[in-house]
């Protein structure tokens, strides 16, 4: 029987409106979760060895995808991981802001995730500001295969993802997703255009959807934190 490729963990973390969205229809993030959402995001990611996020949400606000505060770091060392998480960002033609604040600050490896769609002077551009380029498909990212290296080249056994819906969307959509953490917000936004938890290709047939099971729910204050695990086997 052959044996299945190693992959990490991949568990989602995402703060929603009641109506699913994740940002409005103009597609600008702006944190919406109250305090104790950005403490629960900090906790994951005291958890993981690496941190996944989508160009646009890199180059939207002032993100640099790390472990925050000292506590958080020296929750990391007693679980045996790395002081700092490794930083993975995702864009199939590497259009990334060069003066994003993620590359001001040089505390861990920086990996660029990308396809055979981006330019030359990009690719070398982006290779002068990130640790790694990885390409990973002619077109589309294959994210399989970027998992697979991920665990192999950078030891990589606990994923973060934390969006956009593109990036969720492709991660479910190639069967990856282990976990979602989801922070549910007494907002509602609409919008047909405004991104949800998962955008892309979508599913066309129920029988096809992704499907977990609710592990937790707790309530604090107006927000829900929900936990959903994937059932069965990978």
């Known amino acids: 029987m052959k044996k299945k490729p190693a992959l990490p963990f991949v568990f989602i973390n995402v703060a929603m ?3 699913g969205k994740i940002a409005p229809a103009n597609r600008h993030f702006k944190p919406f979760g109250g305090p104790r959402d950005w403490q629960h995001l900090l906790e994951l990611r005291a958890t993981a060895d690496a941190v996944m996020s989508g160009a646009r949400t890199v180059d939207s606000d002032r993100v640099n995808l790390g472990p925050g505060p000292a506590r ?3 929750q990391r060392l007693r679980r045996g991981l790395a002081e700092f998480n490794l930083r993975i960002i995702v864009s199939g033609t590497g259009t990334i802001d060069p003066r ?9 490896p920086i990996i660029i995730l990308t396809t055979g769609r981006i330019a030359k002077s990009t690719l070398a551009q982006l290779r002068s500001l990130a640790d790694d380029v990885k390409i990973c498909g002619a077109s589309q990212i294959d994210f399989s295969a970027a998992c697979q290296w991920l665990h192999q080249k950078w030891k990589v056994r606990r994923l973060l993802c934390e969006g956009g819906g593109e990036v969720n969307g492709a991660m479910f959509q190639a069967g990856l997703v282990d976990e979602v953490n989801a922070t549910l917000c007494p907002l509602l936004l609409g919008g047909r255009r405004a991104p949800t938890l998962a955008d892309g290709v979508g599913v066309t047939r129920l029988a096809d959807a992704a499907r977990f099971r609710l592990a937790s729910m707790k309530r604090i204050g107006s927000e829900l934190f929900l936990v959903y695990q994937r059932s069965g086997l990978r």
């Open 100 to 108: 994003a604040e993620i590359f001001k600050h040089r505390f861990s």
């Open 17 to 19: 409106t009641a109506d």
């Open 72 to 74: 958080y770091r020296r």
